[in-house]
């Protein structure tokens, strides 16, 4: 499951939001240990999937939500905390916009240069590891590292890194490699702010477009299988071949993978189930390499 940490300073309506996107009603009193519960992404086109194969279940994708205590935004963020957001598949900035004293922009700002000072001040430890003998750091990645603390500086992320340089980095627990959004949590139109500059690649968050917009940032395919008495969404890297997005539905499928029929869910919904589809000659057949694409009804074919 992915994970999504709500993160932001006290009372930027983090466990509000959690609470509407898991429908519990918990609240988190330590800064070091987030509380999560499973937020289910009730995605409509499944729906109508499963409505034209006729089965009885619905399985839909399911994201884990990690609702993070704040810090008030006078004291900012200890690196203790912060490191905690390394485990994370995306991060959402939740601000205020609901008190007649709040700056949500202000506050967006404030959350990215959290994290920006965070990537920056690990990158400079590395650095300076590195001029001692033996520091095992290569050229190449002390080159990469170098580029990445000027784009810091510069208050952008490290996701705007070219993709080989960025792949360098993998693993390496930085924050601003991670999708980054933003929730603003009010009254008023939420899209309705514009944010700086630096943030122009990043979407803020509609409650009703909420999973939607997240999974497009996180570059998820979805794609829907239909077995038995169940349709079910997944959600995969967008990076994998079809074999190893068979992989996420069931590692045999993987091992066994011969090919895989799809079909859009449009079409699959105009030609009314799986069976039509098929008769309309409407199925395409796809080898391991190649990739499944977004919103389509799948069946693999394995061994
Ligand atoms: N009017 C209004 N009040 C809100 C909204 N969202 C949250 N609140 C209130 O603001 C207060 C703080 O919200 P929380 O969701 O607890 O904020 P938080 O980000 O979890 O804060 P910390 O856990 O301290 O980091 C609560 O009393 C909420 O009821 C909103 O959209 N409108
Ligand atoms: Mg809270």
Same mark, same amino acid.
């Given at each position: 499951?992915?994970?999504?940490?709500? /993160?932001?300073?006290?009372?930027?309506?983090?466990?509000?939001?959690?609470?509407?996107?898991?429908?519990?009603?918990?609240?988190?009193?330590?800064? %070091?240990?987030?509380?999560?519960?499973?937020?289910?992404?009730?995605?409509?086109?499944?729906?109508?999937?499963?409505?034209?194969?006729?089965?009885?279940?619905?399985?839909?994708?399911?994201?884990? !939500?990690?609702?993070?205590?704040?810090?008030?935004?006078?004291?900012?963020?200890?690196?203790?905390?912060?490191?905690?957001?390394?485990?994370?598949?995306?991060?959402?900035?939740?601000?205020?916009?609901?008190?007649?004293?709040?700056?949500?922009?202000?506050?967006?700002?404030?959350?990215?240069?959290?994290?920006?000072?965070?990537?920056?001040?690990?990158?400079?430890? %590395?650095?300076?590891?590195?001029?001692?003998? *033996?520091?095992?750091?290569?050229?190449?990645?002390?080159?990469?590292?170098?580029?990445?603390?000027?784009?810091?500086?510069?208050?952008?992320?490290?996701?705007?890194?070219?993709?080989?340089?960025?792949?360098?980095?993998?693993? %390496?627990? /930085?924050?601003?490699?991670?999708?980054?959004?933003?929730?603003? *949590?009010? *009254?008023?139109?939420?899209?309705?702010?514009?944010?700086?500059?630096?943030?122009?690649?990043?979407?803020?968050?509609?409650?009703?477009?909420?999973?939607?917009? !997240? !999974?497009?940032?996180?570059?998820?395919?979805?794609?829907?299988?239909?077995?038995?008495?169940?349709?079910?969404?997944?959600?995969?890297? #967008?990076?994998?071949?079809?074999?190893?997005?068979?992989?996420?539905?069931?590692?045999?499928?993987?091992?066994?993978?011969?090919?895989?029929?799809?079909?859009?869910?449009?079409?699959?919904? #105009?030609?009314?189930?799986?069976?039509?589809?098929?008769?309309?000659?409407?199925?395409?057949?796809? #080898?391991?390499?190649?990739?499944?694409?977004? %919103?389509?009804?799948?069946?693999?074919? /394995?061994?």
């Amino acid at each position: 499951m992915y994970k999504l940490a709500l /993160f932001g300073y006290s009372g930027g309506g983090k466990t509000a939001l959690f609470r509407k996107l898991t429908g519990k009603n918990d609240d988190v009193y330590d800064p %070091m240990k987030p509380n999560l519960a499973v937020g289910r992404y009730n995605d409509a086109a499944l729906e109508k999937v499963a409505a034209a194969a006729g089965t009885k279940k619905t399985v839909y994708p399911e994201f884990g !939500i990690y609702d993070f205590k704040g810090m008030p935004s006078s004291d900012g963020f200890p690196d203790d905390y912060l490191k905690n957001l390394s485990s994370m598949d995306a991060i959402i900035c939740t601000v205020n916009n609901y008190q007649g004293d709040s700056d949500p922009v202000k506050d967006c700002n404030s959350l990215l240069m959290e994290l920006v000072l965070y990537d920056a001040a690990r990158i400079e430890k %590395m650095l300076e590891r590195a001029e001692k003998p *033996n520091s095992g750091l290569s050229e190449r990645l002390l080159k990469v590292l170098g580029e990445g603390l000027k784009l810091l500086e510069s208050e952008k992320r490290l996701s705007s890194l070219d993709s080989d340089n960025l792949g360098l980095l993998n693993g %390496m627990e /930085f924050l601003t490699v991670k999708p980054l959004l933003f929730f603003v *949590n009010g *009254n008023s139109v939420p899209c309705g702010i514009s944010l700086p500059a630096v943030l122009s690649d990043v979407s803020v968050l509609d409650p009703v477009d909420f999973y939607p917009a !997240i !999974i497009k940032a996180m570059s998820l395919v979805t794609f829907y299988t239909v077995k038995g008495d169940i349709s079910q969404g997944w959600l995969v890297p #967008g990076s994998l071949n079809a074999r190893e997005s068979a992989g996420k539905v069931h590692k045999d499928i993987e091992k066994g993978f011969i090919r895989v029929a799809t079909v859009n869910y449009k079409d699959f919904l #105009g030609a009314g189930g799986w069976q039509k589809a098929k008769a309309s000659g409407l199925l395409k057949f796809l #080898g391991p390499n190649s990739s499944i694409s977004d %919103m389509d009804v799948v069946e693999f074919y /394995f061994h």
